[in-house]
């Protein structure tokens, strides 16, 4: 663990993680998905704007600017129009969106560092769980698409809150229906502003994942990690 403060963190009753970037490998499945979609596409730059179109609909999503759908659609219709596909109504925006979404499913995986952890975790008989960003509906799909459905049964998600992290809200939910105090609680994600430090805004310990192999930043005020396999260590048993 590199960061401030102990080693160790307090022994948590319960442990929740982020889905997207820190269990499951939405960039990968994305990136396969897409390149898979426009075969003819030079696909390091292909993959790099549509993570980028997808990042930035998102985001009016969770703030509320576009519908579930129409967030799906900000994606592909200014891609096909920089591809020189032409404009696409919501009709075709809408069937081209259902194949990707098969492929971006087949392309589901967990990463190398999740199974042992969680298994670890759960062996102590630590409660555990999910808190994320997205379609309710969407998110229990990857969970239990990814194997880890038995081990994490516990899910909050956004669309089901109204809240979305980095809000300190869906925190405060998600430890309520547990029937913990957030001080019992260890969240667990990639992004440092919206899962761990929006964590700890809420009371929770939060831990950020960072897997980039790149130096802490100065003026860390929360755990890092650079792998999930580091997570049982930082939890004191």
Known sequence: MTGPGPSALPAPRAVLFDLDGTLLDHAGAAAEAIAASFPDEEPGRLVRRWLELTETSVDRYLAGELTFAEQR??????LARELGLGDWDDARADAWIGGYIERYAAAWRAFPDVAGPV???????????????????????????????????????SSETGAAKPDPEIFRVACAGLGLDARDVVYVGDRLDVDARGAASAGLAGVWLDRSGAPAPDGLDVPRITSLDELPGLLTP
């Open 119 to 157: 298994a670890a975790l759960a062996g102590r008989g630590l409660r555990l769980g999910v808190i994320t960003n997205g379609d309710a509906g969407q998110q229990r799909a990857k969970i239990e698409g990814i194997g880890l459905a038995d081990r994490l049964p516990y899910l909050v998600t």
């Open 73 to 78: 659609r900000a994606r592909i219709v200014p």
